[in-house]
């Protein structure tokens, strides 16, 4: 009989005062049939002689802290076996989030009875939220979901103990402000702590700080005034949520704070015969908690699966690639023929190639295309399948690559670190003291401010700034329409979309990027940075991005031109089917939009030739450069 299988009586220790009063009753630990069937579905793994063997089947490990210990050794090959591809994906997953609750429930016995509390983390978690409900709601459903399946901490009268949530707001429309509002009493209905963070709040929390502190934070905080205390920008937001943090913290020991942005879930992407599937089957706080109980570090952060975390204005080129490609192999079908756009090949997970300048990241460009996979379900023809594509086409200008995302891929687990040069803003956790290492020149507004972030991090702490394997799903756009979502820099006029503001500041934020990451290889990070080694630096970076940048730029027209000619003027089949008239004319609006924003005569691209407008542009990074230190310590002495 297993040892496992039964109530095991485990005395406690005796007393002084044992003679005095009755011995305490025996503890009682109910069975656990998840560990028992894992263990016997697994047995090789955990029998394996490569493996610590401190804690053996038998009736030594019959102690609640061997017993809860022993689902730390099941959990990788349960993983294992998720993400081989050759088991029930779905009956794995199951067992997998019943094993944790079982779990739970004997770390909560065990806290209940050994007079001594759950010392494992507790979260905050902020969401950083601007005009963005159906976001909104999508986050913090997975929450939500991540919760109830694995039940990290439990639950006291219904609410979940050690995960706190603040919807930190940034919202200009009023109406949007009240659906997160109304969002933040849902799901406090369903469980979880959720306050909502809102602006006048914000402003009366920045405005307690002493005036002259709060000026030198100005730009890490925002200046903004209280009639127009909104889209500071994700940055600003962010920060600003770090004063609520001190504000919400009662144990500076074991809190861990995260940040996760409205477009993100967390829960990740698998690619299945039928296409993409979000699972939830990353036990994110149970993973986190041990990395810091066990780690030296200060600041985690997970990358991303699903869109890409790019601008589209460094994807187009990539993308009408994809699109002449799809167009082209359409043409040699029928349009009332079953669709041919299923099954296609699996794609790689993390090489970057949405990216129509992977190699300044140290990736390789393959010149490939990437086919289009048919998102329809069920028996449909050609002509269905160019209507739905079509429908899709102007999500490209808010961050939604149709042909290349990013999947999930298990490799060595979750619990192995590397060295992170990258602050990936919608996924990273710090402890207290990593609470100091900020996002900082949120005033610029530019682009690439996790990657500058993180070089200037990685500099100053070193393997302390860590990553890991798990990513959050990120999601551009959804099902409410683009009409819906918000994404700063990006205007929306019916079917003409303007993204030359977010352009620009790409250009501008890759300059200040490869400026940062040159300049903490030769300046020390800790003390402030020589104005003449910044504008050396700069004056190269600057050249070596127009030289980029116009390659980039000749290649977008050109493909743009060549997309017109093959969708247009070519007379393939769907230019004569009336039922396409409208999926046309979504088509014409595309390639009008890839025109407006990367053509001759895109405001961006003459923002990004004019020496007056670099010059300006180049001054305020300067500055901001210069004065980095100084903003540091400013911020420093808040903790």
């Given at each position: 009989m297993n040892p496992l299988a039964n109530d095991i009586p485990i005395p406690f220790p005796e007393s002084p005062d044992a003679g005095r009063a009755p011995a305490p009753l025996p503890l009682k630990i109910p069975a656990t049939p998840?560990?028992?069937?894992?263990?016997?579905?697994?047995?090789?793994?955990?029998?394996?002689?490569?493996?610590?063997?401190d804690l053996p089947l038998s009736p030594d490990a019959a102690t609640l802290d061997a017993l809860i210990e022993r689902y730390e050794q099941c959990y990788?090959?349960?993983?294992?076996?998720?993400?081989?591809?050759?088991?029930?994906?779905?009956?794995?997953?199951?067992?997998?989030?019943?094993?944790?609750?079982?779990?739970?429930?004997?770390?909560?016995?065990?806290?209940?009875?050994?007079?001594?509390?759950?010392e494992r983390h507790h979260f905050i978690i902020a969401i950083p939220v601007a005009d963005r409900p159906p976001h909104l709601r999508a986050c913090l459903e997975s929450i939500h979901q991540v919760c109830a399946l694995f039940n990290y901490g439990g639950q006291t009268a219904?609410?979940?103990?050690?995960?706190?949530?603040?919807?930190?707001?940034?919202?200009?429309?009023?109406?949007?402000?009240?659906?997160?509002?109304?969002?933040?009493?849902?799901?406090r209905q369903k469980g979880l702590r959720v306050v909502h963070f809102g602006l006048d709040e914000q402003y009366a929390?920045?405005?307690?700080?002493?005036?002259?502190?709060?000026?030198?934070?100005?730009?890490?905080?925002t200046t903004q005034p209280r009639d127009r205390f909104y889209l500071k920008g994700q940055a600003a937001n962010r920060n600003l949520s770090y004063l609520k943090f001190l504000q919400l913290t009662e144990n500076r020991r074991n809190t861990l704070y995260y940040l996760v942005d409205s477009d993100q879930s967390l829960c990740v992407n698998r690619q299945t015969g039928s296409g993409e599937e979000a699972v939830y089957a990353l036990n994110y706080f149970h993973a986190i908690d041990r990395i810091f109980r066990t780690t030296g570090t200060l600041m985690l952060t997970g990358k991303m699966v699903g869109d890409p975390p790019v601008s589209p204005s460094v994807m187009a080129a990539n993308f009408l690639d994809d699109m002449s490609a799809f167009f082209t192999r359409l043409a040699g079908l029928r349009g009332r023929e079953p669709c041919q756009f299923h099954g296609q090949p699996l794609q790689k997970t993390g090489d970057a190639a949405y990216h129509d300048m992977a190699r300044l990241f140290g990736f390789e460009n393959t010149p490939a295309t990437y086919p289009y996979p048919c998102r329809l379900q069920g028996d449909h023809d050609h002509a269905a399948c160019l209507a739905d594509l079509a429908r899709r086409l102007n999500a490209f200008f808010f961050g939604e690559h149709l042909t290349r995302k990013t999947w999930f891929a298990y490799g060595k687990g979750f619990s192995q670190l590397s060295p992170a040069r990258t602050v990936y803003p919608g996924n990273t956790i710090v402890n207290y003291a990593g609470l100091k290492y900020i996002i900082p020149f949120g005033h610029l507004r530019l682009r690439?401010?996790?990657?500058?972030?993180?070089?200037?991090?990685?500099?100053?702490?070193?393997?302390?700034f860590a990553s890991?394997?798990?990513?959050?799903?990120?999601?551009?756009t959804t099902e409410a329409g683009l009409d819906d979502d918000f994404r700063p820099g990006v205007e929306l006029a019916?079917?003409?979309?303007?993204?030359?503001?977010?352009?620009?500041?790409?250009?501008?934020?890759?300059?200040?990027?490869?400026?940062?990451?040159?300049?903490?290889?030769?300046?020390?990070?800790?003390?402030?940075?020589?104005?003449?080694?910044?504008?050396?630096?700069?004056?190269?970076?600057?050249?070596e991005l127009?030289?980029?940048?116009?390659?980039?730029?000749?290649?977008?027209?050109?493909?743009?031109?060549?997309?017109?000619?093959?969708?247009?003027?070519?007379?393939?089949?769907?230019?004569?089917?009336?039922?396409?008239?409208?999926?046309?004319?979504?088509?014409?609006?595309?390639?009008?939009?890839?025109?407006?924003?990367?053509?001759?005569?895109?405001?961006?691209?003459?923002?990004?030739?004019?020496?007056?407008?670099?010059?300006?542009?180049?001054?305020?990074?300067v500055e901001a450069l210069m004065n980095y230190r100084a903003e540091r310590d400013a911020w420093d002495r808040l903790f």
């Open positions: 998840c560990l028992l069937d894992c263990i016997a579905r697994h047995q090789a793994g955990l029998a394996d002689p490569g493996r610590p063997q990788p090959l349960l993983e294992q076996a998720m993400w081989s591809g050759d088991g029930d994906f779905h009956a794995l997953l199951a067992s997998y989030q019943a094993l944790f609750r079982e779990q739970e429930s004997l770390i909560q016995l065990r806290a209940r009875n050994a007079d001594s509390s759950d219904g609410v979940w103990d050690k995960v706190q949530v603040i919807v930190s707001e940034d919202s200009r429309d009023e109406a949007n402000i009240r659906r997160h509002q109304a969002l933040v009493e849902e799901y929390l920045l405005h307690a700080l002493p005036p002259q502190q709060r000026e030198r934070l100005g730009h890490l905080l690439m401010s996790g990657p500058t972030a993180g070089r200037l991090i990685a500099a100053e702490i070193g393997e302390r890991f394997n798990m990513p959050n799903l990120h999601r551009r019916q079917q003409t979309i303007d993204l030359s503001s977010e352009f620009e500041r790409q250009f501008f934020g890759d300059l200040m990027l490869f400026s940062t990451e040159e300049l903490v290889r030769r300046a020390d990070v800790n003390q402030p940075f020589a104005q003449g080694l910044i504008e050396e630096i700069l004056d190269r970076k600057e050249a127009l030289a980029l940048y116009q390659q980039k730029h000749d290649a977008i027209v050109g493909r743009n031109r060549q997309l017109n000619e093959l969708v247009f003027n070519a007379g393939h089949w769907w230019l004569g089917a009336a039922a396409l008239t409208d999926a046309l004319r979504q088509v014409r609006a595309f390639i009008d939009n890839i025109d407006r924003n990367f053509g001759a005569h895109a405001q961006a691209w003459r923002q990004i030739q004019s020496a007056g407008h670099r010059t300006e542009r180049r001054r305020q990074i």
